[in-house]
């Protein structure tokens, strides 16, 4: 397979003030390896009410990462590796992506971090990169996000972020919460 960055329409790092972020490639196999196998990672994406809940093994991590590389291919912008700057620690995924809300096409934003980096404001940081991206490189008029109802740390990112509860809904078999934001100026 050819390096992702020759294949992308656009070549887009975000650095924010303590992280930077690359396009999902190749290389970040083992860091989505290491992310989706954390235990109490799954438990937010695969919650043990579900049949294929728990970590997910390297094949299935593999597989992420190849669903992420075509995101990227097909338009040109997705997931994003951030890395801490002063150290370069791995810190998780933050991004953009195209999904479906009740059979409707939306343009999602979903962050999944590293439990050591859980709490110090990485996923609204990188979040807003983000946004500014899709909003005013990108001219999205709209982006949506969603979690599990109890997933308060999240929904805390959903706000701070700017975006506003819109109703519950059920996702994959389970209860989610809808939150949306506009472009600004729309």
Do not use: C
Not at 56 to 79: C, D, K, N, S
Not at 88 to 102: A, M, R
């Amino acid at each position: 397979m050819l390096e992702l960055r020759q294949q992308h329409r656009l070549r887009l790092i975000l650095e924010t003030e303590r992280l930077i972020g690359e396009p999902v490639g190749e290389r970040h196999r083992e860091k989505a390896v290491a992310l989706f196998g954390d235990p109490q990672v799954a438990t937010w994406i695969w919650p043990p009410e579900r049949d294929d809940s728990g970590p997910r093994t390297p094949e299935q991590a593999e597989a992420l990462v190849e669903r992420f590389l075509g995101h990227w291919i097909e338009h040109g912008y997705g997931m994003w590796y951030f890395a801490e700057r002063h150290s370069g620690d791995f810190v998780g995924q933050i991004g953009l992506q195209h999904t479906d809300v009740e059979g409707e096409p939306v343009v999602e934003i979903g962050w999944t971090l590293l439990p050591a980096h859980w709490g110090r404001g990485y996923a609204t940081e990188a979040g807003r990169a983000a946004l500014d991206l899709a909003f005013f490189r990108l001219a999205l008029d709209e982006i949506v996000s969603f979690t599990l109802p109890h997933n308060r740390a999240s929904r805390r990112v959903m706000e701070k972020l700017g975006m506003t509860y819109v109703r519950d809904f059920v996702h994959a078999d389970l209860p989610h919460v809808l939150y949306r934001l506009e472009r600004p100026g729309r």
